[in-house]
């Protein structure tokens, strides 16, 4: 394994930690709501408690990333993840249990942007695609896990089994701090820091001996330039293609049927157990279908990657709509739904959004851009988990109504994509902004 392929898969654990910690509570909400005796109003506020966290994480990171460096930063992100998961396992006041799930949602929004920073800045040209994209599966594969933890600890028959399954990302948590400390600080951070020396050290570790100086001249041609603010009018295209995708990913349900599989397969009919397990197989199906998503997403580009997914939500959406159409007969084929539903969802929305987000905006205001599409994902994503068990709880047609609308929903993202998103696929940047006309 190459010294640049090691690094990289440290930094990508925060993408593990940002996986577990958003699928661990679909294993806990119940008991939590029960625990504390909250109405579905509060229940969703506590579950969208982290992701209103995502936000402020997202938004507030990329000044003491560009101030402090990155290595300190993943640092810090550790330890948030750490104490979020010893604090929610140990609460006794609900407003502490919810203070912890935001400190957790702070850590996922900023490792979702320091993490794939980091990596990028590390990773030789020659396999930057391959690298940036063990954060997306370390994403995925820490939702199985989180699953499959809360599968084997709902059957222990203990009535703290919901602390532990909350308290066990500590674990990973602590592996991520103590293997941070082997990292080096991002070379290109270094050079931006007039640290030219420690920086060549790195690049010739990493395999780029002397581009520390090519980086230098980029960032004196930079600092003589005029610095661009995002809303200006020139970058409405890229801007509207954003937060469209980003908007569409969530309005999808993804966070629905994450954050509350068990109690989805629990409405359609199996028993407590049963309903863990089943949310194993959607972690599975999720990880594989990402895995697969990544060796394509070049050879068949993005656009056709997102038609193929849309049309294969639709239709798993509207025949999971259709077994929740009679609230008093339980349809055991749920679970075929779901599972294809996911598939469809990690081959195309799961894999495409980050890359074409990083894709469509030039280089003087990509960050921002990318901040702009992170927010708008986790607006809608909190929005989302928020409202479902109000709308499930509210009407015994409520399973229904929500997937009918998630369903209408990728529907119209179908048209959006085919008749106005660009396809980016084996484009260079500068040939993406001459035709997006930027």
């Known amino acids: 394994m190459t010294y640049p392929t090691r690094i990289a898969l440290i930094a990508a654990l925060g993408g593990f930690l940002f996986g577990f910690e958003t699928a661990v509570i679909s294993g806990a909400e119940r008991t939590i709501q029960e625990f504390w005796k909250l109405d ?6 506590t579950v969208a408690a982290s992701l209103i966290g995502t936000v402020f994480g997202s938004l507030i990171i990329g000044s003491p990333a560009q101030k402090y460096g990155r290595k300190k930063v993943l640092i810090g992100i550790a330890l948030l993840y750490l104490l979020s998961a010893i604090g929610c396992s140990i609460a006794q006041q609900w407003i502490l249990f919810v ?8 850590a996922v929004g900023a490792s979702s942007v320091v993490g794939p920073m980091y990596i990028a800045e590390i990773s030789p040209a020659r396999s930057r695609g391959r690298l940036a994209g063990m954060f997306q599966l370390n994403i995925v594969g820490g939702i199985l896990i989180a699953y499959l933890t809360n599968y084997l600890l709902s059957n222990t028959g203990d009535d703290n089994a919901w602390r ?5 990302m500590a674990v990973p948590a602590v592996l991520f701090f103590v293997l941070l400390q082997l990292i080096p600080e991002s070379p290109r951070w270094l050079v931006l820091n007039d640290r030219d020396e420690e920086a060549e050290q790195i690049f010739v570790r990493l395999g780029e001996k002397g581009a520390s100086q090519l980086i230098r001249e980029e960032h004196r041609l930079a600092s003589g330039g005029t610095r661009e603010t995002l809303f200006n009018g020139k970058y ?4 509207l293609y954003a937060i469209l995708l980003a908007m569409f990913n969530q309005l999808s349900g993804i966070n629905a049927i994450l954050y509350y599989a068990p109690r989805i397969f629990e409405m359609a009919g199996f028993n407590k157990a049963d309903a863990f397990q089943q949310s194993v197989y959607i972690g599975l199906a999720n990880f594989l279908f990402t895995a697969l998503a990544m060796t394509v997403i070049d050879r068949f580009g993005r656009k056709r990657l997102l038609l ?3 049309v294969g939500m639709v239709v798993f959406l509207i025949l999971t709509a259709i077994s929740f159409s009679d609230p008093e007969a339980a349809d055991k084929h749920v679970i075929v739904y779901l599972i294809g539903f996911i598939a469809f969802f990690a081959f195309s929305q799961g894999a495409v959004i980050w ?6 905006f030039p280089n003087s205001v990509r960050s921002q851009g990318g901040s702009l599409g992170s927010f708008t994902h986790w607006i809608m994503a909190a929005i989302i988990s928020w409202v479902f068990p109000i709308i499930v709880e509210g009407s015994a047609m409520g399973g229904f109504y929500s997937f009918v609308f998630y369903g209408a929903m990728m529907f119209l993202s179908f048209l959006f994509i085919w008749r106005v998103m660009p396809e980016t696929k084996g484009k260079s940047l500068e040939q993406i902004q001459k035709e997006l006309g930027i």
Do not use: Q
């Open 236 to 239: 409405n295209k890229p801007i």
């Open 40 to 45: 579905a109003f509060w229940l969703g506020f």
């Open 164 to 168: 532990y399954m909350l308290g066990i």
């Open 308 to 310: 193929t997914g849309t």
């Open 99 to 106: 203070l912890f799930r935001f400190l957790g949602g702070i």
């Open 355 to 360: 890359v074409f987000i990083s894709e469509i």
